[in-house]
């Protein structure tokens, strides 16, 4: 079999570079809902703030999967 | 140091011909320093064991000399140590876990406040290793926490009941259950644990390899030209602010690592409803 392209040089970073859409735009979407939330309704600031940093930290997993894989699989 | 003799040694600088020496993966490889057979097993004790150790004595006497006399009204380290206990069990355990959180409060404060030192080694001069950057130990934490949370909702759910509960969400279409519940089995059974570790490990390790850049970057770039003592300059003091900001982040981690723990046995004591 042919290959029809290939691509070489540090394939790594444009693999977290992809990775990295994904989480960017979640987490954008997940802390400007939230600070909204909190103008909103300031009384509820710390209910608000760590349903806040539980999404966060449920969307950021994937980035953070997309940086460690380069290193695992790399080379 | 050892991040720069590793990348590339002393004499590498800007216009000495080598190229920058990008630090990777290796800077998180420890020689032992000494090691010992113990019951027929080979044991290597290096940095990282060594901190690890440290951490938790620190903590242990910490709270022992924050608790040895406990008085009604707290001074000193007492106060600190109450101040650590309330956060806790009232931002953490009430909120999270509900009903029945009380007696998981000393487990998410251990969790919390080892998480936090092992973390905080990350910019501790000298030490300079976030002990958590090592996935063998965040793995190991997550695992504790998974045999926390599952045998727990076993118990006092049932074992049908357990995954009924997780995989047969309620309020959802008949038909989407053939979509929804090998999804839900996977993602609680398997994914959960990977990702807790995960999580925390990638941060310690991506925090510490931009530290390390951006140290190693300071150190190239000194050189015989206008430019590269400018860029040295400015990545010497962008490695003073992202010290500050991994500060914030290994907070941060701890919290949520502690976080998670509590939402899954919150998960496990209480069915979805």
């Known amino acids: 079999m042919s290959l029809l392209a290939e691509l070489t040089g540090s394939i790594g970073s444009i693999g977290y570079g992809l990775a990295a859409i994904g989480p960017g735009i979640g987490i954008g979407i997940i802390f400007g809902q939230g600070v909204q939330a909190i103008a909103r309704q300031p009384e509820a600031y710390g209910v608000i703030r760590q349903n806040m940093l539980l999404g966060f930290a449920l969307a950021e997993a994937l980035a953070l999967i997309g940086f460690v894989v380069p290193f695992v699989f790399g080379t | ?273």
């Not at chain 2, 999580?199 to 590269?228: D, E, K, P, Q, W």
């Open chain 2, 1 to 273: 140091m050892s991040a720069v003799l590793a990348a590339g040694g002393l004499d590498c600088h800007l216009l000495s011909g080598c190229g920058f020496p990008a630090p990777g993966a290796e800077i998180f490889v420890f020689q032992d320093i000494f090691t010992f057979t113990l019951f027929q097993l080979e044991f290597g004790i290096s940095k990282v064991h060594i901190l690890l150790f440290l951490g938790v004595a620190i903590i242990v006497g910490f709270f022992m000399y924050a608790f040895r006399r406990p008085k009604l009204v707290p001074r000193g380290a007492q106060n600190v140590g109450e101040l650590g206990y309330l956060f806790i069990r009232d931002g953490i355990a009430k909120e999270t876990i509900g009903h029945g959180g009380e007696k998981f409060v000393p487990f998410l404060f251990s969790f919390f406040f080892l998480v936090w030192i092992l973390n905080f080694f990350g910019i501790v001069p000298g030490a300079q290793l976030p002990v958590t950057s090592i996935f063998a130990i965040p793995v190991a934490f997550a695992v504790i926490v998974y045999l926390v949370w599952v045998p727990l909702g076993i118990y006092k759910q049932g074992f049908f009941g357990f995954f009924k509960n997780m995989m047969f969400p309620p309020g959802v279409p008949k038909a989407m259950y053939i979509l929804l519940a090998p999804i839900e089995f996977i993602s609680n059974i398997f994914v959960r644990p990977f990702t807790h570790a995960v999580r925390l490990f990638a941060n310690m390790f991506a925090g510490h390899l931009l530290l390390a850049t951006f140290s190693i970057a300071a150190f190239y770039l000194i050189s015989a030209s206008v430019i590269g003592i400018l860029g040295s300059v400015a990545s010497f003091g962008l490695a003073v602010a992202l010290t500050g900001f991994e500060a914030f982040i290994q907070a941060l981690q701890a919290y949520i690592f502690t976080l998670l723990a509590a939402v899954y046995i919150g998960s496990a004591l209480h069915a979805e409803h």
